[in-house]
């Protein structure tokens, strides 16, 4: 029994098939796996490896190079506030406080019932409109608590990937 | 061919070479953590920075090829490199737990060594304990290898040894920055059977050896060069000891053979010297028990038993044995003694078909299926002639009663267990023979039936040669002396042809070396003295970090 | 000015190839299949085209590189993992006009022999990576890429990666790495990626705004982009600029336009009216320029190496005089610690550690000599990496420590005990010298008494 | 001739004012008379320079090399951790260490065995010297006697520890005397201190 859906074991596989290494398709398993499971724990390291034929070390190793692959399980919804240079000079920290408060969560942290996760993150490179905020892989640019809440009540767009 | 200079040392080279390789020919120490001589070059410890004449940058030795004309000076000519490394070495330490009075690396860490001289290291801590990345430390990674991710310098080694070269791919960094930290997967233990190597290549104390682990001070270690007798391989190691005790086995490098790795079951052989207890004393058999007599005694017994046989004069009245796990020169006095003592004997080297596995390897890398080291060199002095003889073959005419006495050498296996079957058979032809001599080196209920038992030294105990299964010559060291009275075989079958009236052969291992050259067309022209292996770099070596004489093996 | 970047992308329909295609598009891409790949190259050398990613290497120089041995294949990676702080040019690009980074792409793979290119943008890209998709599939579908290259009878299959969250994969061996699926470690050069790229192949990776210039090179031609900018330094650059302007956002200028003259017009001027403190014109990774540095600077790579800083990638951060430079300091320092891969040991290592101090004299803990320990550590980073991110982290420690010392010095507790954690233990140090007058007190102490456990 | 310079004495005469019974006996009186004074001094209770060894003792100098002693940590755990150093300076080879392994606690070697041969210590203070945790220092334990070379002369770690003996001698020479020992105590302190936190009563 899979912990991916089939389509994704299908785009894993043609991947596997036509990329130049079975070992280029890791990062997109990866995230596809994240996206579906909202984690890469051992059982979702392991999967991967039986997949790609490599070792569940490698994998292992390369999920937790990557900041967007989570060891614990993430929030259904991810906000991440941008700490970067650009949104510093903007006042993102308070910005951040701001959001944590309102959403009943701290940066780094996921709501108890799972609901989201709010993070700090490195420039995601929206600095015109700082402090940038990205709701999964939406772009929000200034967005204020109670603008974000509105946009939380929206069912999430596709997580790319 | 391109013409480097390293601080003014002049060398011409082939093509390719890097220049911390042509630096190790030179003499001239190009400090290092990442490089390996038998694992692909990655760069990334940056303590092998020089500085070469018309680069912008500092370059690292260890992957930079050397060119024509180039220009080299390492940090003991130039105080650019020099004060880079000084720097390397300062990162190197500012998260490192400094804990070396429990470390079992102390006195061959590459840190230890790099910091204390005076062109790298001997500075003062600018960080406080306090402020220090901790990690995580012990952590058990199964029978073999202990890792202290705390000391890790990140060389990745060990990382490339297990997917280069065994394949096993357990370990890998995660994490990033100065958070990264070497893992196996869930901490699993390591099912890799070469995983020993792993704790010869770390060049700090993040790996660490289970089985040495806090044994003994490397400080205090005696080192003796010899070949394992683990398989036909023959792969060179060092026989590390202290106080009359086997501490541990390292490898010595020698890429004709084994390059720089060892299998962990050749790694862990010296325990079965010790699994069972030791022959320490010869024996005669009086009336059904065996009682404990001095040499003297012992070898007039058996030499009148043998006697005896041998005026029979009936053919193949006399069946003799002889272990593929003795020496070169062992088996040379052991047949020189039964062919020239008795008519047409029953002479052979097979318990089982050794003949057969030594041309099987049982993996990819270094193991082979046949367990004995010499086997190629038996087999070069025609003792496994007769298609289908051996042991078998032995037993069989034992029980027709076509066997007067028999005379066997026997080592047991030092990796594996004993087959009981060839056991079997051997008390079984010592129940069906009049009379028997045996030299062996341990304890056993298989030789209660004989009627002599001489204990013999076993191996790192005795000088000689194996022939490996390529045919590569190569020389056994003595690290301990035999327990009680056991002697080398060689110095036993002396006594015994002396005893049978023939001119006692000369014991020393040059002069019976040079009768086995003359004796065995392929030998020709080898000399017992340049048989020391090429292994130039030994793994840990005393005191200092692994060198590289050879180029990068690739595969 | 003549707008080359830029000139479609303001058209909200620009992202479907029908609309793109009356507007141009793909035009270019003709052109250059008219002439030999070996023409394109000559073609991009002359026009003086240099990379838009930070290093500014020239493009036909590049491509020149390539010489596949037989039985080779030749690889075009597109870095599209915009990372550098401060830096959304190439994120402008992709969302207002994907088709002219496709058209680009095809041009750069026809030039150097590539049949496969790949397009590999960071993980926060991923809206945009959606975007470019959807283009990609319509081009697809309009026979433009794919078994043929419009109507020639060259093949390229475009593929797109998102990477997953990491700096390090925008440095090009390190995107290499990532592309096959590794933790993002850059490789030792040499040998280069020219040689030994991706999967060992011949491999050519540039900037999104370099190949987004190709389309106009091909259609206007050599000379019309050369006489654009400056003598070493032509055509035009995307600047994004943000902080504390009036009107952040990405412009495109000429080579060679007054930065001061874009601070006040595009820019809008700095925020509030307040007083200009200090610019960083290319990304955090190149040194900060002080206002009055910026006097006579203009936009291009020549006037901004000599005023002692780069263009980068033209992520232009603007500092007003309320900004606390230790502080921002400190959030750059953060981000190089955070983003350093942990191959190499200078950058592992020091990055972490200067960091650590930052902190440290941000909480007034800091020791007298630890801006001279900062200024050292980046020294023995500086030019002993792997690749460029530990040079990277050094310029805004130094550049910043440097020029606005005294806001550091301020942070210093006046008086201090700069002796480390061992030594200021109320017992005192564990390494007493012969000589230490301490010590010498106790052997001259008279002994008197009955014996007593005295420690 | 040297010779002929020589002074000529007079030996007859000499001996003549030798035989002068006035001069002897005063003569003998003189050597005598320091002897006599401090016969007087000392039979009136004066000045004794000796004492009554072994119940009086004089104090050592704290810098004095008597028989070792092992500190602990404040959990009464040995401070050893088995590094070796002390047997490796050792110059009369009487030091023996056996190192076993406890569940990691951050330091996870300890010494299982660590014994000094008394009989062959010289008490030159390398072994003190070159410990780098204050885990062996020494005491102004100095009256080392036995009826038994073989047996008692060897000290194991339970005798280098708890030994009442060493509070009242007290610790000897260790490096860096000017500062009190760091995280090591000796038996005794550690009794006082978790006496102190327990508090009188209980």
Redo the contacts between chains.
């Keep these: 029994m899979s912990l991916l859906s089939a389509q994704s074991v299908a785009r894993i596989d043609e991947l596997r098939r036509t990329e130049p290494t079975a070992q280029c398709a890791l990062l997109t398993a990866l995230r596809l796996m994240q996206r579906e499971r909202r984690q890469i724990g051992v059982a979702e390291v392991e999967e991967i490896a039986g997949l790609l034929g490599l070792s569940a070390a490698s994998v292992d190793g390369v999920a937790r190079f990557y900041d967007q692959f989570s060891r614990e399980p993430t929030g259904r919804r991810i906000v991440s506030v941008c700490r970067g240079i650009a949104c510093y000079l903007r006042g993102a920290e308070e910005r951040a406080g701001q959001i944590g408060r309102a959403l009943g969560v701290r940066p780094g942290e996921t709501t108890a019932d799972g609901r989201l996760t709010l993070h700090l993150v490195e420039c995601i490179g929206d600095c015109d409109h700082a402090p940038a905020v990205m709701l999964d892989d939406a772009f929000l640019g200034v967005v204020t608590p109670e603008g974000l809440r509105a946009l939380l009540e929206q069912a999430p767009t596709d997580g790319g990937g | 061919m391109p013409l480097v200079t390293i601080d003014e040392q002049p060398l011409e080279v082939e093509p390719g070479t890097l220049i911390i390789q042509a630096a190790d020919r030179l003499g001239i120490e190009v400090p290092r953590f990442c490089y390996h001589p038998d694992l692909r070059?990655?760069?990334?410890?940056?303590?092998c920075?020089v500085e070469v004449k018309g680069y912008p940058?500092?370059a690292?030795a260890c992957?930079?090829?050397v060119v024509d004309g180039m220009i080299v000076s390492t940090p003991h000519t130039s105080a650019l490199a020099q004060?880079?490394v000084r720097?390397?070495l300062?990162?190197?330490l500012?998260?490192h737990p400094l804990?070396?009075?429990?470390c079992d690396q102390?006195g061959e860490c590459s840190l230890q060594d790099f910091y204390m001289h005076p062109h790298y290291g001997l500075h003062s801590?600018?960080?406080?304990?306090?402020?220090k990345?901790r990690k995580r430390?012990?952590i058990d990674l199964g029978p073999r290898v202990v890792l202290d991710s705390e000391r890790c310098?990140?060389c990745s080694r060990c990382v490339r040894f297990s997917?280069e070269v065994s394949g096993?791919?357990?370990?890998?960094?995660?994490?990033?920055?100065?958070?990264?930290e070497l893992?196996?997967?869930?901490d699993r233990a390591l099912a890799d059977p070469y995983a020993g190597n792993l704790v010869d290549i770390c060049p700090v104390g993040a790996l660490t050896s289970k089985d040495f682990?806090?044994?003994?001070?490397v400080?205090?270690l005696e080192h003796t060069d010899s070949i394992c007798a683990g398989c036909s391989t023959g792969c060179n190691l060092r026989i590390d000891h202290y106080r009359g005790e086997i501490q541990r086995l390292v490898p010595r490098r020698n890429p004709a053979v084994n390059r720089s790795w060892l299998c962990d079951e050749g790694r862990l052989s010296y325990r079965a010297l010790s699994a069972a207890p030791r022959l320490t004393q010869p024996r005669v058999r009086h009336d059904g028990t065996h009682d404990d007599v001095d040499w003297e005694e012992a070898l007039a017994a058996a030499d009148q038993g043998l006697h005896a046989a041998r005026t029979v004069g009936r053919p193949t009245a006399v069946a003799a044995l002889a272990s593929t796990s003795a020496t070169n020169e062992a088996l040379l006095l052991f047949k020189r003694y039964v062919a020239s003592t008795f008519v047409a004997p029953l002479l052979d080297c097979r318990f089982g078909q050794e003949d057969r596995w030594v041309e099987e390897r049982e993996d990819a890398l270094l193991r082979r299926r046949d367990k004995h080291p010499n086997t190629r060199g038996a087999m070069l002095l025609d003792l496994a002639e007769t298609p289908d003889g051996g042991l078998r073959q032995m037993l069989a005419r034992a029980r027709e009663g076509a066997i007067d006495a028999a005379l066997l050498l026997y080592y047991p296996p030092l990796v594996r267990q004993e087959d009981p079957a060839t056991l079997e058979a051997l008390a079984a032809l010592l129940h069906a023979v009049p009379f028997s001599v045996v030299l062996t080196t341990h304890e056993g209920a298989w030789c209660r039936g004989a009627s002599v038992v001489l204990p013999v030294a076993a191996w790192s105990e005795e000088v000689g040669t194996y022939t490996n299964y390529a045919g590569v010559v190569q020389r056994v060291g003595q690290a301990l002396a035999p327990p009680g009275a056991a002697r080398s075989a060689v110095q036993v079958l002396g006594d015994l042809l002396a005893r049978a009236g023939r001119a006692r052969a000369s014991t020393a291992p040059g002069a019976l070396f040079a009768e086995l050259v003359a004796t065995v067309p392929t030998y020709a022209g080898l000399a017992y003295e340049s048989l020391v292996s090429r292994a130039a770099d030994v793994y840990p070596p005393e005191g200092r970090m692994a060198y590289g004489q050879e180029g990068f093996a690739g595969h | 000015m003549e707008r080359i970047l830029t000139a479609q992308a303001g058209h909200d329909d620009q992202r479907t190839l029908a609309a793109a295609r009356s507007r141009g598009a793909y035009e270019g891409l003709r052109r250059a299949l008219d002439l030999t790949p070996q023409e394109v190259i000559t073609a991009v050398t002359e026009s003086g085209l240099r990379g838009r990613g930070g290093a500014g290497f020239p493009t036909g120089r590049k491509w020149a590189f390539i010489r596949p041995q037989p039985g080779q294949a030749v690889y075009l990676l597109c870095n599209a993992d915009e990372s550098e702080p401060g830096t959304f040019k190439d994120h402008y690009l992709l969302e207002r006009d994907p088709h002219l980074v496709l058209e680009g792409v095809c041009i750069a793979a026809y030039a150097i022999g590539a049949h496969t290119a790949y397009i590999y943008l960071r993980g926060e890209y991923a809206s945009l990576g959606r975007i470019l998709e959807s283009a990609l599939a319509e081009a697809r579908a309009a026979g433009l890429i794919g078994a043929t290259l419009l109507d020639s009878s060259v093949a390229l299959q475009i593929r797109m990666q998102l990477g997953a969250g990491a700096y390090i994969c925008g440095e090009e061996t390190g995107l290499i790495q990532s592309l096959e699926g590794r933790r993002g470690y850059p490789r030792v050069r040499p040998p280069f990626p020219a040689v030994h790229g991706f999967v060992n192949q011949p491999t050519v990776v540039n900037n999104v705004e370099t190949l987004a210039n190709l389309p106009w090179i091909m259609t206007h031609g050599t000379d019309a982009f050369a006489r654009i900018g400056t003598e070493k330094s032509t055509g035009t650059k995307l600047i994004s600029v943000c902080g504390a302007v009036n009107r952040p956002g990405v412009y495109e200028v000429e080579m060679g336009y007054p930065l001061s003259e874009f601070l006040d017009h595009e820019a809008g001027g700095i925020l509030e009216g307040r007083a200009l403190k200090a610019v960083i014109p290319g990304g955090t990774s190149v040194p900060v320029l002080t206002a009055q540095e910026t006097e006579g600077v203009t936009i291009d790579f020549e006037s901004m190496q000599h005023a002692g800083t780069m263009l980068g990638s033209g992520g232009m951060i603007v500092f007003d005089e309320t900004a606390s430079m230790p502080h921002a300091l400190a959030t750059m320092a953060d981000f190089y610690a955070h983003e350093s891969c942990g191959e190499c040991t200078p950058c592992r290592e020091g990055t972490g550690w200067m960091a650590w101090i930052i902190a440290r004299l941000l909480a007034g803990q800091g020791r007298p000599d630890d801006l001279e320990r900062l200024l050292r550590i980046g020294n023995n980073i500086e030019g002993r990496t792997i690749c460029g991110l530990g040079d990277a982290a050094v310029q805004p420690v130094r550049s910043i420590i440097t020029k606005f010392r005294p806001e550091f010095e301020a942070l210093l507790p006046a008086v201090i005990d700069s002796r480390p954690d061992w030594q200021r233990h109320e017992h005192g140090p564990r390494t007493a010298r012969h000589g230490d007058p301490a010590r010498e007190a106790t052997l001259s102490e008279p002994v008197t008494g009955p014996p007593t456990a005295r420690l | 001739m040297a010779r002929r310079d020589l002074p000529v004495v007079n030996v007859t005469a000499v001996a003549e004012d030798a035989e002068n019974p006035v001069t002897e006996a005063g003569g003998t009186l003189a050597g005598l008379e320091v002897t006599l004074r401090r016969m007087v001094r000392s039979l009136r209770g004066k000045d004794n320079v000796t004492i009554q060894y072994p119940e009086q003792r004089k104090p050592y100098s704290r810098r004095f090399r008597g028989v070792h002693v092992l500190t602990q940590r404040a959990d009464g755990s040995l401070k050893c951790v088995a590094c070796y150093l002390c047997e490796t300076a050792c110059p009369a080879e009487c030091i023996t260490i056996e190192a076993a392994e406890v569940p990691d606690n951050g330091i996870e070697k300890v010494a299982s065995r660590y014994e000094i041969d008394l009989s062959r210590c010289i008490f030159c203070g390398f072994c003190v010297d070159a410990c780098p945790e204050e885990a062996l220092i020494m005491s102004r334990e100095y009256d080392l006697t036995t009826d038994d070379r073989d047996g008692q002369m060897a000290y194991g770690i339970a005798r280098l520890t708890e030994r009442p003996e060493i509070d009242a001698y007290g610790a000897g020479y260790r490096p860096h005397m000017q500062y009190p020992l760091v995280e090591s105590y000796l038996p005794t302190q550690r009794r006082q201190e978790s006496a102190a936190e327990t508090g009188p009563g209980t």
């Design positions: 070059p990655e760069g990334n410890c940056r303590m920075l940058r500092l690292v992957a930079t090829p004060g880079a720097g390397v300062e990162f190197l500012v998260n804990d070396c009075p429990i102390a801590s600018e960080v406080d304990p306090s402020e990345v430390k012990a310098v990140m997917a096993a791919s357990e370990l890998q960094f995660v994490q990033r920055g100065n958070h990264v893992k196996a997967f869930e682990r806090f044994k003994c001070r400080w205090h």
